[in-house]
T-cell receptor, first 112, second 113 residues
Framework: DGGITQSPKYLFRKEGQNVTLSCEQN?????MYWYRQDPGQGLRLIYY???????QKGDIAEGYSVSREKKESFPLTVTSAQKNPTAFYLC???????????FGPGTRLTVL | RKEVEQDPGPFNVPEGATVAFNCTYS??????FFWYRQDCRKEPKLLMS???SGNEDGRFTAQLNRASQYISLLIRDSKLSDSATYLC??????????????FGTGTRLTIIP
């Protein structure tokens, strides 16, 4: 089955700890994205990558970091510098930057 | 003006009724348009792309009005299972020539039995 996987589904961390969220796709898509969604809010773009070994900041990149060492993988690290990290994190991919995006099931991060 | 703007609703519609949403966008050069559906606490899923000539998929019809810079989604014979938040997505081009897909905040629809 082709698709996007994110793990874990739920994640709890203590304040001040860094945490890395996993995103893997086997759709052979070049572009990958990370979004954050807060209750009752729209999607906000954190980082995106159009190709391996390249990524760009989105609208709310502060306190986050990413890497794109493999085409299939685009992990997101939520650092202790992110002031309000509790949210629903969604990873997406697309064939290229102009096509429709397909989403993973998301990770709900709660920082205690 | 927001780059992509939707009426947040909620729209409470009786089962079997027809409902329509609009979404306005700010950049006249936009070329790609989509409607997504998001169920509560789930990921968004592509509902349909929006083509210049308009397109239909079963009970769903999408239209593009370039002159007025909006897209629309029409749902006929609404079902209980249509209850969800509908997200409008547009590719926006910045002053620097960069493109990115931008999501609206969504319109919440509840179908009432």
């Amino acid at each position: 089955d082709g698709g996007i996987t994110q793990s874990p589904k739920y994640l709890f961390r203590k304040e001040g700890q860094n945490v890395t969220l996993s995103c893997e796709q086997n759709l052979n898509h070049d572009a990958m994205y990370w979004y954050r969604q807060d209750p009752g809010q729209g999607l906000r773009l954190i980082y995106y990558s159009q190709i391996v070994n390249d990524f760009q900041k989105g609208d709310i990149a502060e306190g986050y970091s990413v890497s794109r060492e493999k085409k299939e993988s685009f992990p997101l690290t939520v650092t202790s510098a992110q002031k309000n990290p509790t949210a629903f994190y969604l990873c997406a991919s697309s064939l290229d930057f102009y096509n429709e995006q397909f989403f993973g099931p998301g990770t709900r991060l709660t920082v205690l | 003006r927001k780059e992509v703007e939707q009426d947040p609703g909620p729209f409470n519609v009786p089962e079997g009724a027809t409902v329509a949403f609009n979404c306005t966008y700010s950049n006249s050069a936009s070329q790609s348009f989509f409607w997504y559906r998001q169920d509560c606490r789930k990921e968004p899923k592509l509902l349909m792309s929006v083509y210049s000539s308009g397109n239909e998929d079963g009970r769903f019809t999408a239209q593009l009005n370039r002159a007025s810079q909006y897209i629309s989604l029409l749902i006929r014979d609404s079902k209980l299972s249509d209850s969800a938040t509908y997200l409008c997505v547009v590719n926006l081009i910045s002053n620097f020539g960069n493109e990115k897909l931008t999501f609206g905040t969504g319109t919440r629809l509840t179908i009432i039995p």
